[in-house]
């Protein structure tokens, strides 16, 4: 089981193989092309391109509360290649009828590489996840910190150390190992790799649960554990 999130070289993968954690960064997704695994990643699958086709973004927000604000609205499909942040604001308004965020606006590259990475392998078994969901349903609430906070940090390493025993040592490895601008990052990545094996045993939920797919066909939906 796989669990991938962008970073600042690319992709940050956490992979979890016979009860053992393995951390690493890859500078394209082509190097899973041919996983044959359940991949769960932090990067929107499915890009809106009117407002009839609804995002899980909203329920989400519900389900996290106190955390909402981790929750950022998805680029309409049509700003995936808008050479400027006003462009892309000016096309989201139009489509959408709502205004774009600096935020989501710099992260429009990364999920212009997924979305077309999806759609060239429709064969790989990849969703789209959400680690504060994730992290909301093994505690049974939101986590009480933003991850930015180092209370918040320890938090979620405390809470995935408790859950899952077995990786411990290759966590604090890999926490250890890497630059401290990564941890976030690994962290995360960890949590999408933890919910997929839940998955596996436990089987998944999708949220929505009468999603949406968008013009290029892609399902606009959140895969998570069943509880």
Known sequence: M?????????????????????????????????????????????????????????????????????????????????????????INRDILKKGLSKQSFHIIPIIREVNDFVLKHPHLNIHESFPELIFERLQG???????HNP??????????????????????????SFPQYYHLDIIDATSLA???F??????ATYIPKDFYQNRQGLDMKIMIFNS
């Open 198 to 203: 839940l998955i596996h045993h436990q089987g």
């Open 141 to 147: 609430k939101p986590c009480t910190y933003s991850k």
């Open 2 to 90: 796989m669990g991938i999130d962008g970073c600042k070289q690319g992709y940050m993968l956490a992979i979890i193989q016979n009860q053992r954690l393995i951390i690493k960064v890859e500078k394209s997704l082509e190097s899973i092309h041919d996983y044959n695994d359940l991949i769960l990643i932090d990067v929107p699958i499915g890009c809106p391109s009117s407002t009839n086709e609804q995002r899980p973004e909203p329920l989400i927000r519900k389900l996290v509360q106190g955390r909402a604000s981790s929750v950022f609205n998805v680029p309409a499909l049509q700003t995936l290649n808008a050479q400027s942040y006003e462009e892309a604001n000016h």
């Open 151 to 176: 209370l918040g940090k320890q938090e979620r390493i405390d809470c995935l150390v408790h859950h899952f025993t077995w990786l411990k040592e290759d966590l604090e490895h890999a926490l250890n």
């Open 194 to 196: 933890c919910a997929a």
